[in-house]
């Protein structure tokens, strides 16, 4: 809804640096996940378009995150935590079919799965079809086993390293390995520009009614004061 607030080179740093989650339970062994990804150019590497400069690394469609209690695979907390698991989703093209494979340590019991979306090849349309017998339920019912998202959330605006660009992937940049970590939602505002601020941004902040922090991250590239001084309109 902002898209038309902001420079057009901006937005388009901010698609590749947001997302959203999709978590699911299912005690089946075997899913299909079948997808079509919304048309965001006619020609994905075409200078113009906002995929152009990123390599095969950086734009794969999908990843995938299980819900480890502590018990089933290798988590060293005992509050259990998201596990990256591995996946036929991983390279980006406009539609396919993939398959999630439950671990062997979980077969006759729920698995909560958490696959992570960029906003840069958002799906149009999602199928999830148990391929063995079993059901599929949304987070909040009651065969989910994973903890919930704490609100409100933490707003996160940081420089290119987190922004999930070039050969990052945005659901394991570390903005994003934080917020599973702390079970917090991070709204991911994307790209600083080394702390020179966008006045449309903090737009996009005043509209913001609860946070529970707000993250100027550009350190690894200026100091303190100059970021404090290069973020006044915050």
Not at 40 to 57: I, Q, R, T
Not at 90 to 105: K, V
Not at 148 to 169: C, D, H
Not at 204 to 226: G, H, R, Y
Request: net charge negative; with cysteine; glycine share 8%.
């Amino acid at each position: 809804s902002y898209a038309a607030s902001l420079r057009p080179g901006v937005w388009q740093l901010s698609e590749m640096s947001t997302g959203s989650y999709l978590r699911f339970t299912s005690d089946s062994s075997h899913i299909s996940f079948k997808w079509t990804l919304r048309s965001v150019c006619v020609e994905k590497w075409f200078a113009g378009c906002h995929l152009f400069h990123m390599p095969d690394s950086g734009t794969n469609a999908f990843d995938t995150y299980i819900w480890d209690s502590g018990a089933s695979l290798s988590t060293s907390s005992s509050a259990g935590g998201w596990c990256h698991y591995p996946n036929s989703l991983l390279h980006y093209s406009e539609s396919g079919t993939g398959s999630l494979i439950q671990p062997d340590s979980f077969r006759g019991q729920n698995s909560t799965w958490l696959v992570y979306l960029p906003l840069r090849n958002a799906p149009d349309t999602i199928y999830l079809t148990p391929m063995t017998p079993g059901t599929i339920c949304g987070a909040g019912c009651a065969a989910d086993i994973a903890a919930e998202f704490a609100m409100p959330p933490i707003v996160w605006y940081g420089t290119s390293i987190q922004q999930g660009g070039v050969a990052s992937r945005a659901g394991n940049t570390y903005d994003a390995v934080i917020s599973r970590t702390l079970q917090r939602e991070v709204l991911n505002l994307g790209f600083a520009n080394n702390g020179v601020m966008e006045l449309a941004v903090g737009k996009l902040l005043c509209d913001i009614k609860d946070a529970a922090v707000i993250v100027i991250d550009c350190l690894p590239n200026m100091n303190a004061a100059q970021v404090t001084n290069r973020t006044i309109p915050l």
